[in-house]
C-alpha cells in the first residue's frame, strides 16, 4: 500500500509501448520454427522521438577543429579596456560582425582559426582586451533520408548528427528495409557511396562499428533498401529471432556456418552438444530438413531456419525430496543412496506425519511412475533401507495433509461412490480430487467405492478445508493414502482417516490394522495428552495407577505445571464425563495416587499454558508473550496453531470444561513473589510448593509477614521465619489467596541529588524521614558564595500534579469555547484560533514540580519544623549568590539587570525597555528566589515601595482582553498567569 502510495504520489509511470503487430516475414518464419520469432535490429528506433524533438539541444564541449560555417552563433566574451560578453550568428556572408570590430570571415575557419583572427582584431582596435569566443548554438544541416524509413524526404539536423541521427529523424527503418546495406551518397564531387550495417553497430557494439556513427554533412542522402536476404534461428538462444544476411551472402554467394548464426543469436542456452537442424527451402518452394553434423559448415542462405535443439534435456543423478520438509527440491544421489540417507529429521517441519509417506519411482518395465507407500519411521529410525534410483521422490505429508483426508470435498465423493448416486463435480482447482473421482468412477465396485472408506464417510462430518498444495501438485497421492488409510474414532484427537505403510506405529494397545479398517480399540487403555514426553494412548494394565502411567514424574516434561493436572474420566454407564484433579507433584513424589480406568484421559499443561489461562492477581492481563512461548497441549492447540500464544486462542481450544475446572481451582499469590499472578490447584496443596510454582520469595520478602486468607473469609499469619517447616505443614486450598508481605525499607527505593554551591555535589541514598537539612550536612555544607534563599527543590509527585492540572484547564477551556460556539452568538475566528492555541500551550507545558523550602542551616537549626522531608527523586539546586533581577514576560526586551539595593520594579521595567501593548501591568507578579510569588502594583497611583531582592524575576503577564466576549476571561488569564510563573520558574533553574 505505501508503495502504491508513493508511485501515485510521484507522477504518471511510462508503460512500455505496445509490440508491433508481426510483419509477414515474422509470421512466417514463427509458422516454421513453432515459436515466435521477430526481427533483429529493429526495436533500436522503436523510442524514436517525434520530428523537432531535440533541435534545440546545447552543443556542449565543441573541440576547437570544427569548422564554421553559416548558421552557427558564438558567445563573444572581451575583458579588459573594452568588456562585454554577447552572443553574434555568423551571417550569410559567412562574417562574424562583432560590435566595432573589423568583420571576421568565420565561415570555413574552424574554431581555433577564428578565435586567433578575433583576437588579432580586438588587439588591433582595444589594447590590453582579451578576447573568448566559444560555439553557442550550432547551424542546422539538411539530409535527406529515402527509401523504408517511416518519415522519408528532408530531415533537418544537428551538425553534429550522425548517421544513426537522421535515421532516428526520419522515425526509423521500416521492418521491410535493410539494416545491413543503407547507402550513404555524400554531397559535392562524385564519390562512391559508403555502405551503413546497423548490425554492427548492435551486434559488436564498438565504436566505428558499421559506419553508424559517421558524421553527416548538409546535402547528404541517404537511402534505405529493401530487406536483403534473412534466416531464422530458433530455439534455446539467447537471442532468438529473424536475422539479415551480410550484403555478400545473397543468392549464388557464400552463406553462413551454423556456428556463425548461433552466435548471432547470442550462443545457447545451456552448454553441451546440440543438434542443428536446418530446414531450407527447395527449388518447388517445398521445405525440406537436414542435420547438419559440422557446425562450421557453410550451408544457410536466404530463407534458411536453423533450429537448436539439446541433444540430452535430462538431469542425471538426482533424487528429490518434496512435501512437509523444510528445504523441498533435489538432492544429488551419490550422497544419498539410501531412503535413511535422503531424509533426517533435522529435514522435517514441525508436524510430519510419520506412520506414511508415498515414494514416487519409475517401473523398470512400463516405465512408468508409481507412488508406493513408505513407513516414515521406520526410516527415521534406520529400518527401511532400501535404495534409490535416479529420478525418484519421496513426498513427506502433514497434519494438513492428512486432515485432508476427513475432509468434507473427500467424504462427499466417497459416499455418492457408495450410494451409486450421481457423484458431485470435484473441485477443478484440487486435481487430487479429479483424480480420486475418475479413480472411484473406474472402479464402482472397488476398495474405496464399497470398503470401509465409503461406509465410514456416510456417518462422519468433515470440515471444509482448502486443497493443500501436495495434493494438487501429486494428484495420485490423494487416492494411494486413502487406499492405505485406517479410520481412527479413539486415541487421536481428532477421529478420521490416517494412512499407515506397514505396522502401526500409536501405541502396543491396537493390533496391526491392515489398510481400510475402522480401529475402535476394544482393548482397556489410557491417553497421554499435553506436557509430557511420550503423549497419546497406551495399554491399560490390571492395577495401573496415576503415578505409573507419570513413571514417577519421568514422563514429565521439564516446565510442566506442577500443582494441577486433569483426569477425564467417561462413566458408561451414565454416559458423562467426570474431571477430577490431581497435583502432578504430589503423584511424582508418591504423596497422592488414583487408579485408572478403561479410557481415561490425563491432561498435563504447560507452566506458559496456565499463565496464558489465568490472570495475574492485579487482575491485568498476562499472557505467554511477556514470559515466553506457549506449549499448548497436543489436543489443544492443532498443528497450525502451535504458537498460539493468546489467551482467548488458548481457551477457545482447550475443553470449556477443563478451562472453567482451572479457574474455579485457582489461588491468588500476591506481595513479594518473583511471579506473583493466579496459581491453580487441585486441592490442599502445600504452601512451600505453591511459592515454589510462583517462583520463590523475592529479595525483599519477609518470611515472617505472611498471610493467607481462605474462601470462608477467615485470615491468618504465617511466620516461616521462626518455623521454616511450616510451609509444608499449611495446606492451601482453590479460593484461597496469599500475600507475602515485603522487609519494611530502610532505604528509599531510589536517591536523591544536590547540586549548586555545596562542597560535595552528587546523589545521596536518603532514609525513611531524611530531611534537606541532614542533606545538606552529608553534602559538606554550603559554600561560602551560596545563596540559600534561592534553593530550587523540584519533586516528581509535584511535577505530576502540575501536568494533571495543565491537562485539567485545557479541557475546561475547550468544553467552555464549545458551549460559547453552541450558544449561537457570534464569536470572533481569531478569539477561537487563540483559546485553541492557548490549550494546545497548556498541554504541552511542562511543569517544573517545584516546591518552596527553607534551605538556610541557621534557620533550619532553629526552626526544624520549616525542615522540609526528602522524597526519591528529589533535585535540590543551591545557586551561588546571584547580582542581577531578571525581567521576562511582556516587556521590550526581556533582561537581567544588576541588582540595586532600594531599585524599585519601574525602574527594573524601564530597563527592559518597557511594556508591551499586550501586557497586563495590574496582574504583574515577582517570582522571589525561593519560588514565592507575590503580585506587584505597577500603578502610576501606587506608591507603595516593593523590596525586590538580588535572584527575584519580575514577570508582566499577558493580558487577556482577546478572550473579553467570552465567559472563560477569567479563566484565560489565571492560565496565563501560571505558564508565565512556570516558565519564570524554568529561567531561575536554568540560570
Not at 547528404?220 to 533498401?225: A, C, E, N
Amino acid at each position: 500500500m505505501l508503495w502504491a502510495c508513493a508511485v501515485l504520489a510521484a507522477g504518471p509511470t511510462r508503460s512500455d509501448p505496445p509490440l508491433p503487430q508481426p510483419s509477414p516475414l515474422e509470421s512466417a518464419f514463427s509458422a516454421r520454427a513453432g515459436e515466435p520469432l521477430r526481427q533483429f535490429g529493429y526495436d533500436l528506433f522503436a523510442a524514436t522521438a517525434e520530428p523537432g524533438t531535440g533541435d534545440n539541444v546545447a552543443p556542449g564541449a565543441i573541440q576547437g577543429d570544427y569548422v564554421l560555417n553559416t548558421g552557427d552563433a558564438l558567445l563573444v566574451t572581451l575583458r579588459g579596456q573594452k568588456s562585454f560578453s554577447k552572443r553574434f550568428p555568423i551571417d550569410r556572408n559567412g562574417q562574424l560582425l562583432v560590435d566595432d570590430l573589423r568583420p571576421v570571415t568565420a565561415a570555413g575557419l574552424t574554431l581555433d582559426g577564428l578565435r586567433r583572427e578575433l583576437a588579432a582584431a580586438v588587439a588591433a582596435t582595444w589594447p590590453n582586451t582579451d578576447s573568448f569566443a566559444s560555439l553557442a548554438e550550432v547551424r542546422r544541416i539538411g539530409v535527406v533520408v529515402t527509401g523504408a524509413v517511416r518519415r522519408p524526404g528532408r530531415q533537418e539536423v544537428s551538425a553534429f548528427a550522425t548517421v544513426l541521427d537522421a535515421l532516428s529523424a526520419a522515425g526509423g527503418v521500416e521492418r521491410t528495409g535493410s539494416l545491413r546495406a543503407i547507402r550513404l551518397l555524400r554531397s559535392g564531387p562524385a564519390a562512391a557511396p559508403t555502405v551503413i550495417d546497423l548490425y554492427g553497430l548492435q551486434v559488436a557494439g564498438s565504436q566505428g562499428a558499421g559506419n553508424a556513427d559517421l558524421p553527416l554533412r548538409d546535402g547528404d542522402r541517404l537511402f534505405v533498401p529493401p530487406l536483403g536476404a534473412t534466416v531464422g534461428v530458433a530455439g534455446p538462444v539467447k537471442r532468438p529471432g529473424i536475422f539479415e544476411l551480410p550484403p555478400n551472402t545473397g543468392p549464388g554467394e557464400g552463406p553462413l556456418s551454423a556456428a556463425e548464426l548461433r552466435d548471432l543469436a547470442g550462443g545457447a542456452l545451456r552448454p553441451g552438444r546440440a543438434r542443428l537442424l536446418r530446414f531450407g527451402i527447395g527449388p518447388s518452394g517445398e521445405e525440406m530438413t537436414e542435420e547438419i553434423a559440422d557446425p562450421d559448415a557453410r550451408r544457410f542462405g536466404d530463407g534458411d531456419l536453423l533450429l537448436l535443439a539439446p541433444q540430452r534435456e535430462d538431469r542425471r543423478n538426482e533424487v528429490r525430496l518434496e512435501g512437509h520438509v523444510l528445504r523441498p527440491g533435489p538432492r544429488a544421489l551419490p550422497p544419498t543412496r539410501t531412503l535413511a540417507g535422503l531424509v533426517a529429521r533435522t529435514d522435517l517441519q514441525p508436524t510430519p506425519y510419520l506412520p506414511f509417506a508415498a515414494l514416487e519411482t519409475t517401473d523398470p518395465g512400463s516405465g512408468a511412475r508409481r507412488l508406493r507407500p513408505v513407513d516414515l519411521s521406520a526410516v527415521l529410525n534406520g529400518r527401511d533401507r532400501r535404495r534409490l534410483a535416479e529420478g525418484d521422490t519421496l513426498y513427506v505429508l502433514g497434519a494438513e495433509d492428512v486432515d485432508f483426508l476427513t475432509a468434507e470435498p473427500v467424504l462427499a465423493l466417497l459416499r455418492s461412490a457408495r450410494s451409486r448416486d450421481g457423484r458431485p463435480s470435484p473441485d477443478e482447482t484440487c486435481a487430487g480430487l479429479v483424480v480420486l473421482a475418475r479413480t472411484l468412477a473406474a472402479e464402482p465396485d472397488g476398495t474405496l467405492a464399497t470398503g470401509p472408506q465409503a461406509r465410514a464417510a456416510a456417518t462422519l462430518t468433515g470440515a471444509r478445508r482448502a486443497c493443500p498444495p501436495l495434493f494438487a501438485t501429486v494428484p495420485d497421492l490423494l487416492p494411494l493414502a486413502l487406499r492405505h488409510s485406517v479410520l481412527r474414532l479413539a486415541g487421536v484427537p481428532r477421529p478420521g482417516f490416517y494412512p499407515v505403510a506397514g505396522r502401526a506405529t500409536d501405541g502396543p494397545a491396537d493390533p496391526d490394522p491392515a489398510a481400510g479398517t475402522i480401529v475402535d480399540s476394544t482393548v482397556a487403555q489410557y491417553e497421554l495428552i499435553g506436557h509430557v514426553r511420550h503423549p497419546g494412548t497406551h495399554r491399560l494394565t490390571a492395577g495401573a495407577t496415576l503415578r505409573q502411567a507419570l513413571a514417577g514424574g519421568k514422563a514429565l516434561k521439564r516446565d510442566v505445571y506442577p500443582l494441577l493436572g486433569v483426569l477425564e474420566r467417561f462413566d458408561r454407564r451414565t454416559l458423562t464425563r467426570a474431571f477430577l484433579p490431581f497435583s502432578p507433584q504430589e503423584v511424582a513424589a508418591g504423596r497422592a495416587d488414583r487408579s485408572l480406568a478403561d479410557g481415561d484421559r490425563i491432561h498435563l499443561f504447560a507452566v506458559d499454558d496456565i499463565r496464558a489461562l489465568v490472570p495475574p492477581a492485579d487482575g491485568g492481563a498476562r499472557t505467554a508473550a511477556a514470559k515466553g512461548t506457549t506449549k499448548a497441549a497436543p489436543d489443544a492447540v492443532p498443528p497450525e496453531s502451535e504458537d498460539g500464544d493468546d489467551a482467548n486462542l488458548l481457551s477457545a481450544l482447550l475443553d470449556p470444561a477443563i478451562v472453567a475446572l482451572i479457574g474455579e481451582r485457582t489461588v491468588q499469590v500476591r506481595g513479594a513473589v518473583r511471579d506473583p499472578g493466579g496459581y491453580p490447584v487441585a486441592d490442599r496443596t502445600p504452601l512451600s510448593s505453591l511459592i515454589a510454582a510462583a517462583g520463590g520469595l523475592s529479595a525483599d520478602a519477609d518470611p515472617a509477614a505472611l498471610e493467607l486468607t481462605r474462601a470462608t473469609g477467615t485470615r491468618s499469619g504465617i511466620d516461616l521465619g521462626r518455623e521454616p517447616g511450616r510451609g509444608a505443614e499449611v495446606g492451601v486450598g482453590p479460593g484461597d489467596a496469599l500475600r507475602v508481605n515485603p522487609r519494611p525499607q530502610a532505604l528509599e527505593a531510589r536517591a536523591v541529588a544536590i547540586q549548586g554551591a555545596v562542597r560535595r555535589p552528587g546523589r545521596y541514598d536518603i532514609g525513611r524521614g531524611e530531611t534537606l537539612s541532614s542533606l545538606i550536612a552529608r553534602a559538606g555544607g554550603l559554600l561560602d558564595d551560596a545563596y540559600p534563599a534561592g534553593a530550587v527543590l523540584t519533586r516528581e509527585s509535584e511535577r505530576q500534579r502540575e501536568r494533571e492540572q495543565f491537562q485539567r484547564q485545557a479541557r475546561e477551556l475547550e468544553r467552555t469555547l464549545a458551549l460559547e460556539v453552541e450558544k449561537g452568538e457570534p464569536v470572533k475566528a481569531e478569539n477561537i484560533a487563540l483559546a485553541r492555541q492557548l490549550a494546545a500551550q497548556l498541554r504541552g507545558a511542562e511543569p517544573l514540580g517545584r516546591v518552596v523550602v527553607e534551605a538556610d542551616p541557621a534557620v533550619l537549626r532553629a526552626r526544624p519544623e520549616l525542615d522540609p522531608l526528602l522524597e526519591a527523586d528529589d533535585r535540590v539546586v543551591i545557586p551561588k549568590r546571584p547580582l542581577t533581577v531578571a525581567v521576562s514576560g511582556e516587556v521590550l526586551h526581556p533582561t537581567s539587570a544588576q541588582f540595586v539595593s532600594g531599585k524599585s520594579a519601574d525602574d527594573y521595567l524601564s530597563e527592559a525597555g518597557g511594556t508591551t501593548r499586550d501586557a497586563d501591568t495590574g496582574r504583574s507578579f515577582l517570582v522571589l528566589p525561593d519560588g514565592r510569588a507575590r503580585p506587584l502594583s505597577l500603578s502610576s497611583w501606587n506608591h507603595r515601595v516593593e523590596t525586590i531582592p538580588p535572584g527575584s524575576i519580575l514577570v508582566v503577564p499577558r493580558d487577556p482582553r482577546p478572550f473579553d466576549g467570552l465567559d472563560v476571561t477569567k479563566a484565560v488569564g489565571n492560565i496565563l498567569s501560571q505558564l508565565a510563573i512556570t516558565a519564570a520558574s524554568i529561567s531561575v533553574i536554568a540560570r
